[in-house]
């Protein structure tokens, strides 16, 4: 006879790219990055050659105004240009260093020869572009690791074009560690920042995120009862465990002493621990 296997604590596929999250659809179940963000990432990438070649462009500038203050002055030395970031991003170690790095990493999944790359930075971007474009589809679908590497392409994007614009970007102000938990209820804890310029809070680590005020007030309450959770962790760590979590999720809840301050206190008392 046969038996419906349980589904209750199955979970539908989602896009593993950081800034996603959403689900699959039934003829992507295979991949591990979902096709919208595919295409996203594709522009980003055809859209860096150019970006470059205008960066090189103002890194020559700066190149040369520094050279012709330094014989003005009579310095040996050229002054250190005033973008920095321009430099970084054009110079070794720049983009496509970066680049080069995620291809190579490809390269080696796909077992292919790692070549060895000659010539300058502008030379050699192109080229890595070329081949990630190329081969975007199969890391989306099989490389396990690709949100990392999704997640460096939008910020070289992002670096890149902001310092073509020469718009500083917005100060991130630490907000303190998300409180997600995974499936097994071990907390995330990475750092959190926000800005002024969005108003969505994303973690870079599990993908958790919060819009508008609402679910800022969310994170807020969360992050309280995380903390309240290891702190009395940290104290009992033997005799505590599951109770600490039904407590945390208990006050969290509780909008009424969260909105006043008015936080519950705990104690440990007679093996068990018990609000005061």
């Not at 539908?12 to 295979?30: F, S």
């Not at 465990?241 to 705990?266: C, H, I, N, R």
Request: contains cysteine; proline residues 7%.
């Amino acid at each position: 006879m046969h038996t419906a296997p349980d589904v209750s604590d199955y979970e539908w596929p989602t896009c593993t790219n950081p800034r996603c999250g959403r689900a699959l659809w039934p003829e992507e179940a295979h991949r591990h990055v979902c096709r919208p963000c595919e295409q996203t990432v594709n522009r980003l990438l055809g859209e860096l050659p150019a970006l470059f070649v205008r960066l090189s462009t103002t890194s020559a500038l700066l190149r040369r105004v520094g050279n012709r203050s330094a014989a003005a002055s009579g310095r040996d030395t050229p002054p250190i240009p005033g973008r920095l970031e321009v430099l970084d991003l054009t110079g070794p170690g720049g983009a496509a260093a970066r680049l080069q790095a995620i291809e190579d990493s490809w390269r080696a999944a796909l077992g292919r020869r790692i070549g060895t790359w000659a010539g300058s930075p502008a030379q050699a971007l192109p080229v890595h572009v070329t081949f990630l474009r190329i081969n975007l589809e199969w890391a989306c679908e099989q490389y396990a690791a690709v949100d990392q590497d999704l997640e460096v392409i939008r910020r070289l994007h992002r670096d890149c074009t902001t310092a073509v614009s020469g718009t500083p970007r917005p100060a991130h102000v630490g907000i303190g560690t998300c409180p997600a938990r995974d499936a097994d209820g071990a907390l995330c804890g990475e750092d959190l920042s926000a800005t002024t310029a969005h108003h969505r809070i994303h973690c870079p680590r599990c993908g958790a995120r919060w819009d508008g005020l609402a679910d800022w007030r969310t994170l807020r309450r969360a992050q309280e009862a995380a903390a309240a959770s290891t702190a009395l962790m940290d104290e009992e760590p033997t005799e505590f465990a599951s109770q600490t979590l039904e407590k945390a999720t208990a006050y969290t809840a509780d909008d009424d002493d969260v909105e006043t301050g008015e936080l519950p206190v705990y104690a440990y008392s007679g093996g068990a621990w018990v609000q005061r």
